[in-house]
């Protein structure tokens, strides 16, 4: 990738990498694929796909997305090693444009406890891997692991050297989310001075937030010269996450008087982008986020409404359009046709195939069969929803759920889930209350052993017909799950969510079934609780 110009600085996103790594924020291939195109869609210049050596999904995901996103450079983190580094060239090979991504941690902490190599070592692996991958991209990135720890004379030494081996793009990772925006700024100005060559090359900025200056860290190191950060949407990430992109792309564009720079992306995707990876991996964005926060650009205070309307730069430093938020009152029924509905989807700042549209569709119809209004955030809970998963190995038939209050009684759900081979299972249990009961005969029918972990509902839209989101998290083989569901009665939306994490686990780890449905069980050992469905 050639280097910008002095005036622009590149968004490398790194969601479906460093984001997807946190707990709870795992994603599936087709998941990947779409956060990918919404973040081609908003102008990201990089998109960091994953790790190509983590594992085997790690690796399909990463060639998926190289084949099938078009405009910006992908890219696939790589140790330095042979084998990682082969592993992320395979991964890139259907990309038009690429980046091999290595790093090694330069700290003293990291060198001795992690590593258990000498500086000169760590300098040695560092140019051979960058070495190497020069020889499958032209494209390198080289990261120097726990950099705001390291040595600065140690850290001139490392990026002297992956310069000299052929890096393009030099970051300086705050890895633990120690480091202040001054010390930030005078690391990179340093390397600015010392390092020969640095000219040439990209300097980057990969900053966590573990003391809440992400952002403000990532912004200094634009102001002292970096021209690339690296960040995710919603900041999502290792512990506290990384550097937030709606906050530092807003900032750069806010406060453009004062950085002087500018960035690609088109501002109007980042709300769209928020609540479809929010939907995704089941989390809420807190309603004070900045930029994409519910409240982000509400008003409440008498003081303020009367300013803003006086005039609305007396509160309000960027407009609610800018980031894609669009107020409406207009809301679809269903009498509303496809027309209106994919208007309405275009509006919202979403981007969906013909293909998407039409299950979208069918999903709005039942949603307007059941709901007299449909509104935007109904619409946005639709398009976050598992559209595209056609691989669905298990389907909710019925469930029945009972709650209860006063001595003796207990609450109590069953179910019927059909799995691939089309038999339907049946299964009942009780619990605490109608969720827990329910959970437990959805897992006992699937044969799943889970833990839940957090559940949290609430409500999408206004009106008594509101549409209730439920998301829940499970921990099964040791792995947390995230699921979501969304439907107007909220044990619904529950098993919706539940049966996500289900079907997800199912794909991941094969047919899941229990042996009595299994094509191959015999008549005679079938479990009663299994019936054909015809
Ligand atoms: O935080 C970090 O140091 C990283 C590097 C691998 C870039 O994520
Ligand atoms: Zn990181």
């Known amino acids: 990738m050639s280097a910008p110009g002095q005036d622009r600085v590149l968004i490398f996103d790194t969601t479906?990498?460093?984001?997807?790594?946190?707990?709870?924020?795992?994603?599936?291939?087709?998941?990947?694929?779409?956060v990918a195109r919404t973040l081609a869609e908003m102008g990201v210049d990089i998109i960091e796909a994953g790790f190509a050596a983590a594992s085997p999904?790690?690796?399909?995901?990463?060639?998926?997305?190289?084949?099938?996103?078009?405009?910006?450079?992908?890219?696939?983190?790589?140790?330095?090693?042979?084998?990682?580094?082969?592993?992320?060239?395979?991964?890139?090979?259907?990309?038009?444009?690429?980046?091999?991504?290595?790093?090694?941690?330069?700290?003293?902490?990291?060198?001795?406890?992690?590593?258990?190599?000498?500086?000169?070592?760590v300098v040695e692996r560092a140019v051979a891997g960058v070495r190497l991958a020069r020889e499958f991209c032209r494209d390198v990135e080289f990261s120097a692991e726990d950099a705001m720890r390291t040595e600065p004379a140690f850290l001139v030494d490392v990026i002297s050297a992956v310069i000299e081996a052929g890096a393009t793009t030099v970051n300086i990772p705050d890895t633990v989310g120690y480091t202040t925006p001054a010390e930030m700024a005078a690391r990179v100005a340093l390397l600015r001075s010392?390092?020969?060559?640095?000219?040439?090359?990209?300097?980057?900025?990969?900053?966590?937030?573990?003391?809440?200056?992400?952002?403000a860290n990532s912004l200094a190191a634009v102001h002292a010269g970096a021209r690339q950060v690296e960040c995710t949407i919603n900041g999502i990430g290792e512990r506290a996450g990384n550097c937030a992109l709606e906050e530092v792309v807003m900032a750069l564009k806010t406060r453009?008087?004062?950085?002087?720079?500018?960035?690609?992306?088109?501002?109007?995707?980042?709300?769209?982008?928020?609540?479809?990876?929010?939907?995704?991996i089941g989390s809420f964005v807190p309603a004070n986020k900045a930029i994409v926060g519910d409240n982000a650009f509400a008003h409440e205070a008498g003081i303020h409404q009367h300013g803003m309307l006086a005039n609305r730069e007396t509160y309000e430093i960027m407009r609610p359009e800018e980031v894609g938020i669009h107020r409406s009152t207009l809301v679809l029924g269903k009498h509303s046709g496809r027309h209106a509905l994919a208007e309405r989807v275009g509006q919202l700042g979403?981007?969906?195939?013909?293909?998407?549209?039409?299950?979208?569709?069918?999903?709005?119809?039942?949603?307007?069969?059941?709901k007299r209004q449909v509104f935007d955030a109904d619409i946005e809970a639709l398009l976050a929803g598992e559209a595209g998963e056609t691989d669905m190995p298990w389907r909710l038939q019925s469930l029945h759920t009972t709650?209860?209050?006063?001595?003796?009684?207990?609450?109590?759900?069953?179910?019927?889930?059909?799995?691939?081979?089309?038999?339907?299972?049946?299964?009942?249990?009780?619990?605490?209350?109608?969720?827990?009961?329910?959970?437990?005969a959805m897992a006992r029918a699937t044969a799943i052993d889970f833990e839940l972990v957090s559940m949290r509902v609430r409500s999408v839209s206004e009106g008594e017909d509101a549409q209730g989101e439920a998301e829940l998290t499970a921990r099964i083989d040791g792995v947390l799950q995230a699921g979501r569901g969304v439907?107007?009665?909220?044990?619904?939306?529950?098993?919706?969510?539940?049966?996500?994490?289900i079907n997800r686990v199912s794909r991941q780890q094969g047919s899941r079934a229990p042996a009595w449905v299994q094509p191959a069980a015999t008549p005679g050992h079938a479990s009663p609780r299994a019936s054909a469905s015809g």
């Open 350 to 370: 979403f981007t969906v195939t013909d293909v998407e549209l039409e299950q979208l569709f069918v999903r709005f119809k039942h949603l307007a069969d059941r």
């Open 57 to 121: 999904r790690d690796l399909e995901a990463i060639e998926e997305v190289a084949r099938a996103v078009e405009g910006p450079t992908i890219c696939s983190l790589a140790r330095c090693h042979e084998a990682d580094i082969a592993q992320a060239a395979r991964a890139l090979a259907p990309a038009r444009k690429k980046r091999l991504h290595v790093f090694i941690a330069t700290s003293p902490i990291h060198r001795e406890h992690k590593l258990g190599l000498s500086p000169d070592q």
């Open 403 to 440: 709650s209860s209050l006063g001595e003796g009684q207990i609450p109590s759900a069953a179910v019927a889930l059909m799995g691939a081979d089309g038999r339907s299972v049946r299964e009942a249990a009780t619990g605490d209350g109608p969720v827990d009961a329910l959970l437990k």
């Open 194 to 215: 010392r390092v020969p060559g640095i000219d040439q090359v990209v300097i980057s900025a990969h900053c966590h937030d573990d003391l809440g200056m992400a952002v």
């Open 16 to 34: 479906l990498r460093d984001g997807e790594q946190s707990p709870g924020c795992s994603m599936t291939v087709a998941q990947k694929l779409r």
């Open 487 to 501: 439907d107007t009665d909220i044990v619904a939306a529950c098993a919706q969510a539940f049966l996500e994490i």
């Open 256 to 280: 453009a008087d004062h950085f002087g720079v500018e960035t690609a992306i088109d501002t109007r995707g980042l709300y769209p982008a928020s609540r479809q990876l929010a939907a995704i």
